[in-house]
């Protein structure tokens, strides 16, 4: 991954606002997001996902705000920032009369790249998202899996620096969405930066480097995964000892601890990271207290997104930069 002080931004944002009409959409956000890497925008329906999206992507203007993609503003150089973009989702630009081959040729005329570079560009696509096969078919006959795959290959025919997915995988089954996260593996080791909104929390728990929660139009927290499932209690250690006098001796010590007697067993509050299990064992250890077996729970983004975005008053939280 790129170090982030070291490259500019792929993405940088201060202040943006959108409004419509009286509806504030987006409230004075501000975000980076680092090149080669992949950034998840998450938050509930109607929370400024989509229009961020139209934002960064030329479609509307912002009311206000400082906005680079690329380097460069989309409000003042909208064609350069189309140059270096492509954007994909759930409503694509397929022409399912056409095949997909002729899908793909379609999309390297518009990119002005001469037709003997668009057919050549459009056999690399087709082989690389493993549709040779079906590359002479209609794109009407194609599954919602190999659609996704067309869909992805036509954004990429322009070689894109940076990519916006803005849901990629809903109504996919598990196996076409593995191979996706795959194909967006694969793109971000090849230099692309992908900005990503899903509804699929496990999506981004297994894609992102960073994660964004939005809510009411503003950041209510953003970090990695790890980081944000930090934000929420309900982590804990569970140790199991051996018998019932080690289990009594530990509880004594550990104040916090939840007893299980009939399981000889303690359950401790923990954010589950390095430095807080070692200090534990650390305790143990000079009371010579033997733990037989132990295991960690640490809550997932599924708890941190209803526990943050069922806050009342959706003030911001702090935001995580890189934390040990």
Known sequence: MTDHH????????????????????????????????????????????TTMVKILSTLIP?????????????????????????????????????????????????????????????????ERFDLVEDGGKAASTYSGGMTRRLDLAMTLVGRPRIIFLDEPTTGLDPRSRRTMWQVIRDLVAGGVTIFLTTQYLEEADHLADRIAL??????IAEGTAEELKRLVPGGHITLRFTDPDGVAAA??????????????????????????????????????????????????????????????????????????
């Open 251 to 324: 509880a004594r010590v550990l104040h916090d601890a939840a007893l299980d007697e009939d399981e000889l067993s303690l359950r401790v509050p923990s954010d589950g990271g390095v430095r807080s299990m070692r200090d534990l064992f650390t305790r143990l250890d000079h009371l010579s207290i033997e733990v037989e077996a132990m295991s960690v729970h640490t809550p997932d983004l599924d708890d941190v997104f209803l526990t943050l975005t069922g806050r009342p008053d959706a003030e911001p939280l702090p935001r995580l930069e890189g934390r040990p």
């Open 6 to 49: 070291t490259t500019d931004p792929a993405i940088a944002i201060t202040g943006l606002s959108k409004a419509f009409g009286d509806r504030v959409v987006l409230d004075g956000v501000d975000l980076r997001v680092a090149e080669r890497t992949v950034f998840a925008l998450l938050g509930p329906n109607g929370a400024g996902k």
């Open 62 to 126: 912002a009311d206000s705000g400082d906005v680079r993609v690329a380097g460069h503003d989309p409000a003042r150089n909208p064609d350069a920032v189309r140059k270096a973009i492509g954007v994909t989702g759930q409503y694509s630009a397929i022409d399912y009369l056409l095949t997909g081959r002729e899908n793909l040729v379609l999309m390297g005329d518009l990119h002005h790249l001469g037709r003997a570079a668009a057919r050549r560009r459009a056999d690399e696509l087709l």
């Open 214 to 219: 939005l809510d009411h139009g503003r950041f």
